[in-house]
């Protein structure tokens, strides 16, 4: 079995700073693309960003310049870092992997951390 367990979120000020992190746990895997998920009350879950096996990047566009995702292959584990934080960023996150396991590749979801920007 291989679980994904993320920690980090709280609330914070317009303009401050998170690290999420999220770390996978299980014996035989290997993990595809890493990513991150966001789902705003009454929204759609969306897309933040991506890190794949060879450490290339994307993210969604009202995140560029202010976000970046990393990941510590050794470690299993990717993390967010959210600068210059907007009310708009406040959300459930989660992370997610794409996972070879029991010799199939397979989406793992983490159970989500909560992140909240006000004031």
């Known amino acids: 079995q291989v679980r994904l367990v993320e920690s980090g979120g709280g609330l914070v000020q317009p303009g401050g700073s998170l690290r999420l992190s999220c770390a996978a746990s299980?014996?035989?895997?290997?993990?595809?693309?890493f990513g991150w998920y966001r789902q705003a009350p009454g929204k759609q879950r969306e897309l933040v960003a991506t890190v794949n096996s060879d450490m290339n990047t994307k993210y969604a566009d009202s995140v560029k310049g202010r976000f970046t995702v990393s990941r510590d292959n050794a470690a299993s584990t990717e993390y967010l870092q959210m600068n210059s934080l907007k009310s708009e960023d406040t959300a459930v996150y989660y992370c997610?992997?794409?996972?070879?396991?029991?010799?199939?590749?397979?989406?793992?979801w983490g159970q989500g951390t909560q992140v909240t920007v006000s004031s």
């Open positions: 299980g014996s035989s895997f290997r993990i595809g693309v």
């Open positions: 997610y992997a794409h996972i070879w396991f029991m010799s199939r590749w397979s989406d793992y």
